[in-house]
């Protein structure tokens, strides 16, 4: 007995307020290299740790470096390697959590193992490891994070499924002839997609940290690149004499992961 | 003392209308029997009065709940111990990861207020008076639908609450356990006010008490129930009337042209998990023929379709199939057709995806669809948008398409209301004549089957 009722699908203050907010933050980083002149890398000892204003924006650092700019270049780094790892562990996690759920039992049981023994370690520990091996190297914290991250969308990829495979819908399509790309389609993949967007928010959000973290344990990125972890702790020094130079990569860096979180929060009602 | 008084309650979405003003008063040991067709806002009145309905409905109109005005959030302080309502989908209404003792046990100690102990053991009794002292520990979807359905009501039924609305609550139970939940519903009026909400006519009779009839919204007639039920003014009501199994009209019996078997069991056990549900099955299917299948509820009739498609392993016995018609030639209608059917795109698409993959000629839909009855805008609609009724109606459609060699029908008209469901099993037995298809019929109504059937199958 149910009617057809009005489907509001309105997107919450929060989540709008998420996307704004990432929007703005990828347009700074991707479009000021475009629009100045200015080098990252290039350097003033003469101008070194100015405040604020006048011909840099947000000052300049130790070495005279414009910090409009290498917070751009920290950013984009940043949000580049969070697409790359989501992106990279949405499809490995989603494609192995279907072949887990529908396909035989020692795919699922294997994967599991896998996964089992992936979360064993902390997650910080394993890509740190790797990071140990090729230091500095993008791909290779790429490889790493992305290596940690496919974990959590398989696991919610294979639990829904799972649910689904065992549903009258899935029987009926079966039992009328369809194959599995059309049982995908028509039946996984709506069911899934909508969880995408919240683990894909927080899966960004955690990449982000995690590249940051190790730049702050100087195995990430190296120097002179501008990264968001290496930014603070190269900083640090400098806390009393500058503490805007210091605040500055930290309020990047809450922003980016505060606009994640926004983005993945819950649906409005 | 007045425990309801309904003045002018109307539901709008938007500008339309979907329930027209109604009014009535009950007052403690009345019944109110509120009696319609699938899709004509019945659910919709009991929302309304116990405050819940969908966004983007509202109400006009005033409730008064035990002699005091009641807005929609002071009545959610009355749920459960003031105010109860027994859900129409009881598998969606118990919690998942709970025994059914468990739940149970649960709202007599929080909503009741029994001791945790004391709670324990009224939750065993309750259950072992239904009927499921066995299936204490069992979670939802180990359950039966008829089970879950009784699990529920006892939850709803445990805070002791004096005004209960109860919507469909015989939906998909057998005869004896529809008897027994309407007893227990009158019992519990006997100090209380019961609304039913029901298309169940037999349920109406049976609890008594006023009645009011419905019809797309609309208020047809009113009054007492034995008066209207044996002497109907309005056609609608008497249409409703007529649709009862019981009152349908006996087919003549002619003999069955012999045809070929199709399929043949031998001692076949079936079972679900580590349970033997049923043992010594030996019948054979013809080819056309419409079989019944009887049993109490749980009892397995679900399973043995399961087992019989090959969807589920058999526990012992031989199935032979005397043909070589592809899989998708044997088919299966669902007890509840909206999880049966995906709700991510509109019935168009999902039809067309049939056509598509085996290459159905399109010229057979149109005249199909309007045999059952079906509207071409449905087809733009999705799943979760279209009635119970009119899903089944489509999930026949594409099963048909298939030029099925063997349908089994799990209680396919036990969510369609009578109307439908006396013109959708005729459809059903009709077609399978005409394209020699094997019918297994499964149904708690021993009348349906009766006059439906050319054999019976029991379990």
New interface residues.
Partial sequence: ????????SQISTSRLCGAVLLLLLCVYAFATPLLSAQDAASQNLSQILSLPGGNSWFGTDHFGRDMWVRLADALRLSLSMAALCVLTSAVIGVTLGILAATGPSWVDRTLDGVTTLILALPGLVLVLIFAAIVPGSFWMLYVAISLIQWIEYFRVTRAITQRIAR???V???R????GAL?LFR??Y??AIAPQLVTLASFGAASAILMMASLGFVYVGIQPPLAELGLMIVEHFPYYSDAPWLLAQPLIALALVVLSCHLLGGKKAS | MSLISVDKLAVFVGDTCLLEPISFTLNAGEKLTILGQTGSGKSLLAQAIMGNLPKGLRTEGEIRLFNSPASAKSRRELWGRRLSMLPQEPWNALNPLMSAKAQLAETYHRVRGDAYDAAQQNADYTLELQGLGESRHKRVDQLSGGMAQRVAIACAMAGGAPLLLADEPTKGLDVNRRDQVVEQLISQSQTGALVTITHDVAVARQTGGRLMVIKSGELIEHGDASQILNNPQRAFTRELIAADPQSWPTPERQPRPETSVLMETESLAIGRGEQTLAKDLSFKIHRGEVIGVVGDSGCGKSTLGDTLLGLQPSYGGKIKRHCSETTHRWQKLYQDPTAAVSHAVSLGTLLNDTIKRHRIDKSRVAPLMKRLGLAEALLERRADSVSGGELQRFCMLRALLLDPVFLFADEPTSRLDPITAQSVSQLLVDVARETNCAVMLVSHDPHLIEKRCDRVVRI
């Fill in positions: 007995m149910k009617l057809s009722y009005l489907c509001t549903s009258p819908e029987q009926s399509s039992l009328m002839g369809f059309y028509r039946h993949w709506p």
